[in-house]
């Protein structure tokens, strides 16, 4: 991959990247959508509890779980899945949770995204072009990458379709302020 787009657009890239961190943190601090979108399990100590005495270390769970291969094994999991509950269980690291460090991840993720909208754009043709163009173009993949990407979350492990929409709208968020951005800053 060629970068020397990377010397003409660090401006939009950096811009945008800054305000979507500052979008998100409005988002998930000041914003009502996300208030209500978890909630506890019933008896949350008991299930932490249990999840203590099996040491369960972090990571993602599948429960019930079976290994393919193995086919009564996976067919004695699907009758647990029937019966229910089954789900997903993330697991964080214990100890105090590291805010610092998922915000420098989620800076980065930012980072990473408006280069490469900033690559294809380079490559796209949209050298020269109106704020407007380069609006719609940056925005619409913009759009696709923050909000219709974590589909499959909903379709295949049981995320509420609910959370997934309440995302879409950060997605849109974020999809405008960086093609703003990038139409702003744009070389013309």
């Known amino acids: 991959m060629e970068f020397a787009f990377i ?3 660090w401006q939009p890239i950096l811009l945008a990247t800054v305000l979507c961190f500052i979008m998100s943190a409005l988002v998930w601090m000041v914003g009502p959508h996300h208030k209500k979108e978890y909630t506890g399990p019933p008896n949350e100590d008991g299930v ?12 993602a769970y599948m429960f019930p779980f079976a290994d393919r291969a193995n086919k009564a094994e996976f067919e004695a999991a699907m009758n647990k899945f029937a019966e229910g509950p089954a789900g997903l269980l993330y697991v964080f690291p214990r100890g105090k949770m590291n805010m610092g460090k998922m915000m420098g991840q989620q800076i980065v993720f930012f980072l990473l995204v ?11 043709g949209l050298d020269g ?3 407007l163009h380069v609006f719609k173009v940056v925005g619409f993949v913009a759009f696709l990458t923050y909000a219709v990407g974590a589909a499959p979350e909903s379709i295949w492990f049981a995320r509420p379709w ?15 302020v960086t093609a ?9």
């Open 114 to 124: 408006n280069v490469m909208l900033a690559w294809l754009g380079s490559r796209v």
């Open 162 to 176: 609910k959370s997934y929409l309440l995302n879409g709208v950060d997605g849109v968020l974020y999809a405008a």
């Open 180 to 188: 703003g951005s990038f139409g702003a800053l744009w070389p013309r």
């Open 129 to 131: 072009t109106p704020y």
């Open 48 to 59: 932490m509890d249990q999840l203590r005495k099996g040491n369960v270390q972090p990571g």
């Open 7 to 9: 010397g003409q657009l």
